[in-house]
Structures are given as structure tokens and as C-alpha cells.
């Protein structure tokens, strides 16, 4: 059975003007209040399992308010790819408490149906449509661990990672475009944490060096220029001369 997975992240920007009116009639009003947030930059990036431990990847898209004309435009980008791939269940990292909730709220706004993925529906049967993997790592415990915190564990570069928990409202064109590759690079870095959990809960043959390095091949097929290219390059050649060590000694 091949387990397919949409990786999803959404960047957010504070409504000053939303928080403003909340803050005419309750002092008690918090600026960063989920209902106060907006989407400015949607991505998803694709990839697959498979029983032998292959891994192979799909499209990396992403959407912004700059290319799009607003968040409306970002939300409906994102719903039409994921409605396009009903069989692919969205993952996330602390998307049921974050992600999600934002996003339904735009929905409510404008009118827009979640797509089925992301849709609440008591009882549902089957495989899980949407897979949050801070959910997965919690477990029945109390403790959370940031994403960040997680790539590092696992050895993913820090310089890959050091920007990952601040971003700012953009004011230039050149920085939506560092919004888009900051995006696109959340979601490459989220593959990798589920494919090092999927290892750990013991997955046949899948083993974690070559995951990665397959899943970073397919990110840069597609994104050559990104502005972290070289350091994910070099990421892949760690792994793979690691790996090659790892059986040489087996050998």
C-alpha cells in the first residue's frame, strides 16, 4: 500500500483593523487572537511511500497575496489543489489548532467550501484525511515540541532551520518572494519530520537517509533558484556519504 501526503503550511498576518474594532468593546482583546489572524501565503508539496521504502514527490506550489491579489485568492488556491487530490491526506504540524482554524474562518468570510480534507465530519470512516503530526509526536502526553526543535533532533542543518519560527508581513516585492521560498521550505522541512517518524513507528524498508535525500532530490527539481538550494544540496551529499559509511560498516 502506498501512503500518499499533501504537506501543507500556511503563513499569517495580524488584521490591525479587525483587532481594533474587537478592542472598542473588550479591553480584554488579545492582538494575536486566532480570529484576528490572515492567511498572506499558502504551500503544499506532495510526495508518496510506498511498501518498499520508496519515496517519490509531487508538485511544490505555493500562493501568496502578493502574486494572488489577497487572501481570499490564496485560500482558494490552496481549497481547488487539495479538492483536485481527494486521495492525498494533508498533513500538518500543529495544524488542528492552528492552520486550520484560520483557515476556517476565511472560509466562513468569503463563502468558500473547505475542501473535504479539511472538513469536520463526526463519525468519518476510513483513512484519516488530515494527519497532524505535532498531534502524532504529543501522543497521549502533554508535551509539545516545535517543529524547529524536531528538525534539529533529527539532524537537519540549523541553518535550514534558523529562520523557520519569525516571519514578517512583507513590504517589497523581493520579499514575497523570500515569503514564497520560506513557505516552500516549511513544507520540504515538514516531509522530512514525517518521514523520520514514519522510521521510527517502524515502516518496512523505509529507511531515513535516503527518504530525505529523495525527498530534497524532488524539492529541487523543481525549485533550482530556491535561495536555499545550496545548503540543501549539501544537506543531501552529509546524508548520502553517511548513509554509504552506515554500509560499508554493515558490509
Not at 499558502?42 to 500562493?63: H, K, L, N, Q
Not at 484519516?128 to 533529527?154: A, E, F, N
Request: hydrophobic share 45%; aromatic share 8%.
Amino acid at each position: 500500500m502506498t501512503n500518499s501526503y499533501i504537506a501543507i503550511d500556511c503563513e499569517f498576518s495580524w488584521d490591525e483593523a479587525l483587532h481594533q474594532a474587537h478592542l472598542s468593546f473588550d479591553p480584554t482583546s488579545k492582538k494575536h487572537a486566532t480570529a484576528v489572524k490572515r492567511v498572506m501565503a499558502a504551500s503544499a508539496f506532495e510526495f508518496s511511500i510506498d511498501d518498499e521504502g520508496r519515496v517519490s514527490t509531487g508538485p511544490v506550489v505555493s500562493w501568496n497575496e502578493f502574486d494572488w491579489g489577497g487572501e481570499k485568492a490564496v485560500i482558494e488556491q490552496l481549497f481547488d489543489y487539495l479538492r483536485a487530490r481527494p486521495s492525498g491526506a494533508v498533513l500538518s504540524y500543529g495544524g488542528l489548532a492552528v492552520d486550520i482554524p484560520v483557515l476556517l474562518l476565511a472560509a466562513m468570510e468569503y463563502g468558500i467550501r473547505l475542501p473535504d480534507q479539511l472538513l469536520d465530519q463526526p463519525g468519518r470512516r476510513g483513512p484519516r484525511p488530515h494527519v497532524d503530526l505535532g498531534l502524532q509526536l504529543k501522543g497521549g502526553g502533554r508535551t509539545w515540541s516545535h517543529l524547529s526543535q524536531v528538525l534539529l533532533r533529527i539532524g537537519v542543518p540549523v541553518e535550514l532551520v534558523r529562520d523557520k519560527p519569525s516571519v514578517l508581513r512583507p513590504c517589497q516585492p523581493k520579499a514575497w518572494q523570500n515569503l514564497a521560498d520560506h513557505v516552500e521550505l516549511d513544507v520540504l522541512l515538514l516531509a522530512i519530520a514525517k518521514v523520520a517518524w514514519r522510521v521510527s513507528q517502524g515502516a518496512p524498508v523505509l529507511r531515513l537517509e535516503p527518504a530525505i535525500i529523495a525527498l530534497i532530490g524532488g524539492f529541487l527539481r523543481q525549485r533550482r533558484d530556491h535561495r536555499a538550494a545550496s545548503l540543501l544540496r549539501k544537506y543531501a551529499a552529509d546524508l548520502e556519504n553517511r548513509y554509504g559509511a552506515q554500509l560499508a560498516i554493515a558490509a
